[in-house]
């Protein structure tokens, strides 16, 4: 009997991620036949719940929507505007008796914290909106290009505080926010009370015919905070990116990002440049933009020259390398504004791009970077087996093994701390030998 009952609520429970569809509507036509795409990420909004039901039967939906048949939500935004239209239809709904007393998940008030604007639910309404729509984007214009695949305009947007419409402009914020949920893991929203903040919006320009003024397009956008450094400097870090999905591949992450760096390098209190956890893929970007970067630098590949005239890359304990990477680090800051972890990241990239295209010097590369991780890892690694904590205080006797148990556990340790390094390198070198591809394709390199 409750293998029935589970049975007739499965219908009842979906993935978020399936019955969600998005829309960028540009014109009349795009109602019915734009482009749609799914959330990459529900989870912050749909998550992992415990409904309970009599008899404290229990079941956990993981970004899942209870409590509807043949459901399907719709998101869709004016692509200039992104005035907002969320319709939420289904075939039915669950009996209470059914679930128990169980209720159907109120779906608009999950979402009303991911949407805290105004909204039309009628697409009556939405195509009134559509048509008394206009839109221009706020701030300046810092950048625009032509994308290489079929030559459409695109132009960069910067705006701060201080600037004329920045008020309207938070508004506009709060609906390009609404994407960030759905497609960068673990996003969350800013504080844009706090004025150290500042924005760049990336908008595709549609030439309208005649003398039409153009219609812009929302494409992505990225958020910059200017924390204060000691005596009287800043350090600007990223904290979001986002380009939409039907944008992406097409370099777009890129020429925002290049935007950011040419209005804040040459800046003379910017001490150097961070990011907020970026994901693997902003990582792999930003590894190949710097390096990019350096390579456009005499004074810096001059540096690497010197030190690759040798060969392969030398331990960490080789005081040559050492005194090279030290030289590097603080060129590519004074020059660059790279931060001393990135520029350690590109360091070795580079030095893996100098090398011959061999597997023997590949494996002399692994087995370099494999010293210099054992290295950083005994550094930082905390003496759970010794006298004495990470700090170098005494822990005392009684939180030390002795005899065989201390055997074991150091025992242990190494075969996960072997473990730890070798994965770490692993991913390193992987990640390394991404980039130099793509700076092998930049060159036209082949050996």
Same mark, same amino acid.
């Given at each position: 009997?409750?293998?029935? *009952? ?25 109602? #019915? ?61 669950? #009996? ?76 506009? *914020? ?12 673990? /996003? ?154 990135? /520029? ?53 006797? *009684?939180?030390?093994? *002795? ?10 340790? #190494? ?33």
């Amino acid at each position: 009997m409750e293998n029935l *009952h589970n049975k007739s609520l499965k219908e009842f429970r979906v993935s978020a991620r399936d019955v969600i569809t998005f829309k960028l509507i540009r014109t009349k036509t795009d109602f #019915d036949v734009a482009q749609e795409f799914h959330p990459e990420y529900t989870h912050q909004i749909f998550g992992e719940r415990l409904i309970v039901f009599r008899y404290l039967k229990r079941l956990y939906f993981s970004e899942q929507i209870f409590g509807y048949s043949d459901l399907k939500i719709d998101i869709w935004y004016l692509a200039g505007s992104l005035s907002t239209y969320i319709a939420v239809k289904y075939s039915t709904s669950v #009996d209470p008796k059914v679930s128990k007393g169980v209720l159907p998940d109120d779906i608009y008030k999950l979402l009303s914290e991911t949407f805290p604007y105004k909204y039309d639910r009628s697409l009556v309404d939405f195509s009134e909106t559509f048509r008394n729509d206009y839109f221009a984007p706020y701030g300046v214009v810092r950048h625009t290009y032509h994308s290489s695949k079929d030559k459409r305009k695109f132009s960069v947007y910067y705006t701060e505080y201080g600037m004329s419409d920045f008020e309207n402009f938070l508004n506009y *914020h709060k609906r390009m926010e609404s994407f960030l949920l759905f497609f960068v893991d673990g /996003a969350s929203a800013i504080s844009t009370e706090d004025t150290q903040w500042c924005y760049y919006t990336l908008f595709e320009i549609i030439e309208s015919s005649g003398s039409a003024p153009p219609k812009f397009a929302f494409v992505g956008y990225m958020t910059v905070y200017k924390f204060y450094a000691y005596p009287a400097s800043i350090r600007p870090r990223l904290s979001q990116v986002l380009v939409l999905p039907p944008f992406r591949n097409s370099g777009h992450a890129s020429e925002l990002l290049m935007t950011f760096y040419r209005d804040f390098v040459h800046v003379p209190n910017v001490r150097d440049i961070t990011v907020e956890d970026p994901s693997d893929d902003f990582r792999r970007l930003r590894d190949f933009l710097d390096c990019k970067r350096c390579l456009e630098q005499d004074e810096i590949m001059d540096l690497l020259n010197c030190d690759g005239k040798k060969g392969n890359p030398v331990s960490s304990k080789d005081t040559s390398y050492k005194s090279a990477y030290l030289l590097f680090r603080n060129k590519a800051q004074q020059l660059l504004k790279i931060n001393r972890c990135q /520029a350690k990241r590109v360091y070795e990239i580079l030095c893996l791009y100098l090398l011959p295209r061999t597997s023997e010097a590949v494996v002399s590369f692994r087995n370099a970077l494999l010293r210099r991780t054992v290295a950083d890892y005994k550094r930082a690694r905390v003496e759970v087996i010794g006298d004495r904590s990470e700090d170098g205080r005494n822990v005392g006797a *009684h939180s030390v093994p *002795h005899g065989p148990l201390r055997v074991m556990c150091s025992e242990l340790a #190494d075969e996960c701390f072997e473990s730890q390094v070798n994965e770490r390198v692993n991913a390193d070198l992987l990640s390394y030998q991404t980039v130099v591809v793509k700076l092998d394709c930049m060159s036209n390199r082949t050996s």
